[in-house]
């Protein structure tokens, strides 16, 4: 259980270039879910993904996780709790480039201190499931649209996160791939996961598998659909 | 879990890397030994430059041999100038980062006429 | 191995993973750091080498070496003296030293020629005991042939090979002609009963200063010098070009630390960003600034394993070709003896700091505003 109580959030604080992402916006969302925020560009859900992913802190407001509260944490614990319980997928996947397929999906992994094998068989496992297997020696940048997303997915998972936060996952794939990554959705879901997704792509927010579709608009929550 | 399994390339590239540092420390460690063991050897050689130094009575290492003032160097002249310069007179070019002169250090033949000979 | 040990393994793992994607650049990097540290150690061996060898070789030289002064330069000290100072308090010994230089215009070498105290090593009339450069620079044909020296045109003056002394004992004897006193006095048309200067045996080295105090009185136009003043010297003449050498190389580590700074701080928008990711995926900035501690380490640190060792060989196995004429000086007559190998452990621990912090602080400090703002910059 993710809860936001009053979250604002202000960009560039006290500036010209001043920017009110987020406005008392209060919300809960439960655990084994798959929860949609909706809306145009610049309605705020990036920041309101960010903020509940302990990736950024509220100006004001308050955020807990399980009842912990975590908005004031220091960054050091904030970060173990987004290590610990968060994994994400990001617009653009953020892959390192130069470094394999696997390499990457190993990063999350080494502030932890893994066993060298037994991660390597994690890896294999994971990558396996998302039909990456033949691909974990090729560096990210010889990837497709579509590999390069189920590697940033397995990547968020290797550290067996049960939140996964995607931000618009099917921005730049067609629909076939869009079919894919509702597939691998369910799955999770399956395995007992949530899911947190942004997206102004009706295919997502229709889909069957959508538990709750948030809707946004200029920083606010818009209409609330169970 | 695979037990057996290869080491990923990262963890190889590492233990290769650390290899060769490993490498290096030896080596080090390799020289100081070195060191230490060629020390009798050197103490003895050194011994016998001291026994000449007491039985003839010497002051100063042999390495700048051109100057007056730089032969025995602990014995210079109160009032030496510090003569660091290239090709000043009464040079002292055992300090300087200049090369040596190519001409003026000697002609190279001693004549060996019979009536040259005095003793 | 520990969850730690762990921990460093896998970062370690990132940053040379990192560090391959510019193989050539970082090996090139290392290469050329390697050089400086080189240049350095190399330097200090040399120096500390000599250093040693000359405190050695020179803890036999006289206590006191007694000089005569003339309008405040070099004179010849007169027999008197010697009678003078043998009378005082604590002196075991006092005797007259005759050495003098001469310019060999054959080969342009300046020989040091001089009656040696020990009875032993006075060569016969007519002979000299030569130093070990003497036959080789004027590139006698056999062992033992004599030697001619000529003080000016139309003269020419034979010495007979009684001896020669050995290359091991080049570093304090190559240059120098043992002969008898009537051979010397002959040779420079020096008058009997003066000599070049005194030699006094001490027998207590704590008395040192206060025979030296008595004997100014005796002898006020004299200058003296004592062993620890002819010791220092040697310590001061070798620390002096050591200290030339790291101080250009001084400058080269300075120069790479701006480098290695300027590197860090222009940090392109990539390497801003794959921080930011790493931040992002649940690094924080303790494993960000440990990722960059392993790549500040492996660079300095391999630099400086490779640099002295290096210079070890260059120095004890190569005779420190690259740097001897600066180090040793040049002359026509260079003595030709192996240095003994020594590492000066301080002055190494000095080396691998000067080496590695300023190298690390300069990758750290840049990166430090980057690795502690909050990640949420890559999601847009």
Same mark, same amino acid.
């Given at each position: 259980?993710?809860?936001?109580?009053s979250?604002?959030?202000?960009?560039?604080?006290?500036?010209?270039?001043?920017?009110?992402?987020?406005?008392?916006?209060?919300?809960?969302?439960?655990?084994?879910?798959?929860?949609?925020?909706?809306?145009?560009?610049?309605?705020?859900?990036?920041?309101?993904?960010?903020?509940?992913?302990?990736?950024?802190?509220?100006?004001?407001?308050?955020?807990?996780?399980?009842?912990?509260?975590?908005?004031?944490?220091?960054?050091t614990?904030?970060?173990?709790?987004?290590?610990?319980?968060?994994?994400?997928?990001f617009?653009?996947?953020?892959?390192?480039r130069?470094?394999?397929?696997?390499?990457?999906?190993?990063?999350?992994?080494?502030?932890?201190?893994?066993?060298?094998?037994?991660?390597?068989?994690?890896i294999?496992?994971?990558?396996?499931?998302?039909d990456?297997?033949?691909?974990?020696d090729?560096?990210?940048?010889?990837l497709?649209?579509?590999?390069?997303?189920r590697?940033?997915?397995?990547?968020?998972?290797?550290?067996?996160?049960?939140?996964?936060?995607?931000?618009?996952?099917?921005?730049?794939?067609?629909?076939?791939?869009?079919?894919?990554?509702?597939?691998?959705?369910?799955?999770?879901?399956?395995?007992?996961?949530?899911?947190?997704?942004?997206?102004?792509?009706?295919?997502?927010?229709?889909?069957?598998?959508?538990?709750?579709?948030?809707g946004?608009?200029?920083?606010?929550?818009?209409?609330?659909?169970? | 879990?695979?037990?057996?399994?290869?080491?990923?390339?990262? #963890?190889?590239?590492?233990?290769?890397?650390?290899?060769?540092?490993?490498?290096?420390?030896?080596?080090?460690?390799?020289?100081?030994?070195?060191?230490?063991?060629?020390?009798?050897?050197?103490?003895?050689?050194?011994?016998?430059?001291?026994?000449?130094?007491?039985?003839?009575?010497?002051?100063?290492?042999?390495?700048?041999?051109?100057?007056?003032?730089?032969?025995?160097?602990?014995?210079?002249?109160?009032h #030496?100038?510090?003569?660091?310069?290239?090709?000043?007179?009464?040079?002292?070019?055992?300090?300087?980062?200049?090369?040596?002169?190519?001409?003026?250090?000697?002609?190279?033949?001693l004549?060996?006429?019979?009536?040259?000979?005095?003793? | 191995?520990?969850?730690?040990?762990?921990?460093?393994?896998?970062? $370690?793992?990132?940053?040379?993973?990192?560090?391959?994607?510019?193989?050539?650049?970082?090996?090139?990097?290392?290469?050329?750091?390697?050089?400086?540290?080189?240049?350095?150690?190399?330097?200090?061996l040399?120096?500390? &080498?000599?250093?040693?060898? &000359?405190?050695?070789?020179? !803890?036999?030289?006289?206590?006191?070496?007694?000089?005569?002064?003339?309008m405040?330069?070099?004179e010849?000290?007169?027999?008197?003296?010697?009678?003078?100072?043998?009378?005082i308090?604590?002196?075991?010994?006092a005797?007259?030293?005759?050495?003098?230089?001469?310019?060999d215009?054959?080969?342009?070498?300046?020989? =040091?020629?001089?009656?040696?105290?020990?009875?032993?090593?006075?060569?016969?009339?007519?002979?000299a005991?030569?130093?070990?450069?003497?036959?080789?620079?004027?590139?006698?044909?056999?062992?033992?042939?004599?030697?001619?020296?000529? +003080?000016?045109?139309?003269?020419?003056?034979r010495?007979?090979?009684?001896?020669?002394?050995?290359?091991?004992?080049?570093?304090?004897?190559?240059?120098?002609?043992?002969?008898?006193?009537?051979?010397?006095?002959?040779?420079?048309?020096?008058?009997?009963?003066?000599?070049?200067?005194?030699?006094? =045996?001490?027998?207590?080295?704590?008395?040192?200063?206060?025979i030296?105090?008595?004997?100014?009185?005796?002898?006020?136009?004299?200058?003296?010098?004592?062993?620890? %003043?002819?010791?220092?010297?040697?310590?001061?003449?070798?620390?002096?070009? %050591?200290?030339?050498?790291?101080?250009?190389?001084?400058?080269?580590?300075?120069?790479?630390?701006?480098?290695?700074?300027?590197?860090? !701080?222009?940090?392109?928008?990539?390497?801003?960003?794959?921080?930011?990711?790493?931040?992002?995926i649940?690094?924080?900035m +303790?494993?960000?600034?440990?990722?960059?501690?392993?790549?500040?380490?492996?660079? !300095?640190?391999? &630099?400086?394993?490779?640099?002295?060792?290096?210079?070890?060989?260059?120095v004890? &196995?190569?005779g420190?070709?690259?740097?001897?004429?600066?180090?040793k000086?040049? !002359?026509?007559?260079?003595?030709?003896?192996?240095?003994?190998? %020594?590492?000066?452990?301080? %002055?190494m621990? $000095?080396?691998?700091?000067? =080496?590695?912090?300023?190298?690390?602080?300069?990758?750290?400090?840049?990166?430090?505003?980057?690795?502690?703002?909050d990640?949420?910059?890559?999601m847009?």
């Amino acid at each position: 259980m993710i809860s936001l109580r009053s979250v604002t959030k202000l960009y560039n604080e006290g500036r010209p270039n001043e920017l009110r992402a987020l406005s008392d916006v209060s919300l809960e969302i439960g655990r084994d879910a798959v929860t949609v925020f909706k809306g145009p560009s610049g309605s705020g859900k990036t920041t309101l993904l960010s903020i509940v992913g302990c990736m950024a802190r509220p100006t004001s407001g308050r955020v807990l996780v399980d009842g912990r509260m975590v908005s004031g944490l220091p960054e050091t614990f904030l970060t173990e709790e987004r290590r610990s319980t968060f994994g994400f997928v990001f617009q653009r996947f953020n892959l390192i480039r130069g470094l394999t397929v696997a390499e990457n999906v190993a990063l999350p992994a080494a502030p932890l201190g893994p066993d060298p094998r037994a991660l390597a068989a994690r890896i294999e496992t994971r990558l396996e499931a998302l039909d990456l297997a033949d691909k974990a020696d090729t560096p990210v940048e010889h990837l497709s649209g579509g590999e390069m997303q189920r590697a940033a997915i397995a990547r968020a998972l290797i550290n067996d996160a049960p939140v996964l936060i995607a931000d618009e996952p099917t921005a730049n794939l067609d629909t076939d791939l869009t079919h894919r990554f509702l597939d691998i959705v369910a799955d999770l879901r399956a395995e007992g996961r949530s899911v947190i997704l942004s997206s102004h792509d009706p295919r997502i927010w229709q889909s069957d598998l959508v538990d709750r579709v948030v809707g946004m608009a200029d920083g606010r929550l818009a209409e609330v659909a169970a | 879990m695979s037990g057996r399994a290869p080491l990923p390339r990262a #963890t190889r590239r590492l233990r290769l890397v650390l290899a060769l540092f490993g490498a290096g420390l030896a080596a080090l460690a390799l020289e100081a030994a070195h060191a230490r063991l060629s020390r009798p050897a050197a103490e003895l050689r050194m011994a016998a430059s001291a026994e000449l130094v007491r039985a003839a009575g010497l002051t100063d290492l042999a390495l700048f041999t051109e100057a007056r003032h730089s032969r025995n160097p602990a014995l210079a002249d109160l009032h #030496t100038a510090f003569q660091d310069a290239p090709m000043s007179f009464g040079h002292f070019p055992s300090g300087s980062f200049a090369p040596r002169p190519a001409a003026g250090f000697g002609k190279g033949t001693l004549g060996f006429d019979a009536d040259e000979v005095r003793r | 191995m520990t969850p730690g040990l762990r921990r460093q393994r896998a970062l $370690a793992e990132y940053t040379l993973a990192a560090m391959a994607r510019r193989r050539g650049k970082n090996i090139g990097l290392v290469a050329v750091y390697a050089a400086v540290v080189f240049f350095v150690a190399s330097a200090m061996l040399f120096s500390a &080498a000599l250093r040693r060898e &000359a405190a050695i070789v020179l !803890s036999e030289a006289p206590e006191l070496v007694v000089q005569n002064l003339l309008m405040g330069r070099h004179e010849l000290m007169p027999g008197a003296a010697v009678e003078t100072l043998a009378g005082i308090r604590g002196v075991a010994g006092a005797q007259g030293r005759l050495w003098g230089y001469f310019y060999d215009r054959v080969n342009g070498a300046n020989y =040091t020629l001089m009656v040696p105290f020990d009875p032993a090593l006075i060569p016969p009339a007519g002979a000299a005991i030569f130093g070990e450069a003497i036959p080789r620079t004027r590139d006698h044909p056999w062992l033992g042939a004599p030697l001619f020296l000529s +003080r000016h045109p139309g003269d020419l003056v034979r010495f007979n090979a009684a001896g020669q002394l050995t290359a091991a004992q080049g570093l304090v004897s190559s240059d120098l002609i043992l002969i008898g006193e009537a051979d010397f006095r002959a040779f420079f048309g020096l008058p009997p009963e003066v000599y070049t200067d005194i030699a006094v =045996t001490i027998r207590n080295p704590r008395e040192i200063d206060t025979i030296v105090q008595k004997a100014e009185a005796l002898l006020p136009d004299a200058r003296f010098v004592t062993r620890d %003043e002819i010791l220092r010297t040697y310590q001061k003449i070798f620390s002096w070009r %050591e200290g030339i050498l790291v101080a250009l190389a001084g400058a080269s580590i300075l120069a790479f630390a701006i480098f290695a700074a300027e590197k860090a !701080s222009g940090l392109s928008a990539d390497e801003a960003r794959e921080i930011g990711i790493l931040k992002a995926i649940g690094w924080d900035m +303790r494993d960000v600034i440990a990722m960059k501690l392993w790549e500040g380490g492996l660079v !300095s640190v391999g &630099a400086f394993l490779a640099g002295t060792v290096a210079a070890y060989l260059h120095v004890f &196995a190569f005779g420190a070709a690259l740097f001897a004429p600066v180090l040793k000086g040049w !002359s026509v007559i260079y003595p030709d003896f192996p240095l003994a190998p %020594e590492i000066d452990g301080i %002055e190494m621990t $000095a080396l691998f700091f000067l =080496t590695v912090l300023p190298y690390l602080a300069a990758t750290l400090v840049p990166i430090w505003r980057i690795a502690s703002a909050d990640p949420d910059q890559v999601m847009r």
